[in-house]
T-cell receptor
């Protein structure tokens, strides 16, 4: 079965603290993994994908096939990072399978 | 470019009624996918339309149906509404032949459906 699990519904950190949003997946083949972000009153938008190994807005995510994880990390959180974050998986059918999301709250 | 446009933004229906939600894809896009996002959950794939045909379907009952028009716009129809159908319905558009390009996948703001 294809599944994405985000174990934390809410993650609260202080500004400047490191952030790690957890994502675990279940997929029998070689999936594509993504992080989507939804800021308050805005549309769901792509943050980053595992293939490009990029850093967007200071966030990075590494695919760990052994642990079937794709955790999102940022060394120093900013207040503007407060948002809902969704981990998503895409298999051969191109449909996206989302996790239930983690709300990140960055306190001043 | 207005991106993906969905209407209406909010809707209240009574249990047992039928509802139609509409989506206009981003200019140049020819493929429309629909997702249901229940409160506190991530979006769940309902189905995808290309060339006016349903190409893929998620795990949703036949009460959920759709249509795509020659101008690529799409409708999502839900019959015999249940309280559990209350959710945010998202439309996403893309180009069929570039489905591998995740950057081309654009979401709308959604229609919030409340069933009472």
């Amino acid at each position: 079965a294809q599944r994405v699990t985000q174990p934390e519904k809410l993650l609260s950190v202080f500004k400047g603290a490191p952030v790690e949003l957890k994502c675990n997946y279940s997929y029998s083949g070689s999936p594509e993994l993504f992080w989507y972000v939804q800021y308050s009153r805005q549309r769901l938008q792509l943050l980053l994908r595992h293939i490009s190994r990029e850093s967007i807005k200071g966030f990075t995510a590494d695919l760990n096939k052994g642990e079937t994880s794709f955790h999102l990390k940022k060394p120093f959180a900013q207040e503007e990072d407060s948002a809902m974050y969704y981990c998503a998986l895409r298999g051969s059918s191109y449909k996206l399978i989302f996790g239930s999301g983690t709300r990140l709250l960055v306190r001043p | 470019d207005a991106g993906v446009t969905q209407s209406p933004t909010h809707l209240i229906k009574t249990r047992g009624q039928q509802v139609t939600l509409r989506c206009s894809p981003k200019s140049g896009h020819d493929t429309v996918s629909w997702y249901q996002q229940a409160l506190g959950q991530g979006p769940q794939f309902i189905f995808q339309y290309y060339e006016e045909e349903e190409r893929q379907r998620g795990n949703f009952p036949d009460r959920f149906s759709g249509h795509q028009f020659p101008n690529y716009s799409s409708e999502l129809n839900v019959n015999a509404l249940l309280l559990g159908d209350s959710a945010l319905y998202l439309c996403a558009s893309s180009l069929w032949h570039l489905q591998g390009n995740i950057y081309g996948y654009t979401f709308g703001s959604g229609t919030r459906l409340t069933v009472v």
